[in-house]
Nanobody, 119 residues
Framework: QVQLVESGGGLVQAGGSLRLSCAASGVTFSMNAMGWYRQAPGKQRELVVVIFSGGYTNYADFVKGRFTISRDNAKNTVYLQMDNLKPDDTAVYSC?????????????WGQGQQVTVSS
């Protein structure tokens, strides 16, 4: 059974930093893509960043230059370094992993990490 185990959320002041981690367990295959989504109260879930197994990344405009994603393919682990955090970054951040089997994509989700940025 695939599980995504997250860590690293918390409370930080504006301008501060946090690092999120997400490790996929119970897998014997590599995920094609891993990334982070976030959902703030009253808002829809939105993509923050995704990294593909070949290293290509796709960042949302609102985090470019502030957030950095990295990945350890051998460990099926992804990290999100968040710098210069803003109050608008307050949200639940969820790890997502995607695996492609033929023409089908399978999604896996972590439990979510609360990130709160105070002004």
């Amino acid at each position: 059974q695939v599980q995504l185990v997250e860590s690293g959320g918390g409370l930080v002041q504006a301008g501060g930093s946090l690092r999120l981690s997400c490790a996929a367990s119970g897998v014997t295959f590599s995920m094609n893509a891993m990334g982070w989504y976030r959902q703030a109260p009253g808002k829809q879930r939105e993509l923050v960043v995704v990294i593909f197994s070949g290293g290509y990344t796709n960042y949302a405009d609102f985090v470019k230059g502030r957030f950095t994603i990295s990945r350890d393919n051998a460990k099926n682990t992804v990290y999100l370094q968040m710098d210069n955090l803003k109050p608008d970054d307050t949200a639940v951040y969820s790890c997502n992993a995607r695996r492609r089997v033929g023409s089908l994509w399978y999604d896996y989700w972590g439990q979510g990490q609360q990130v709160t940025v105070s002004s």
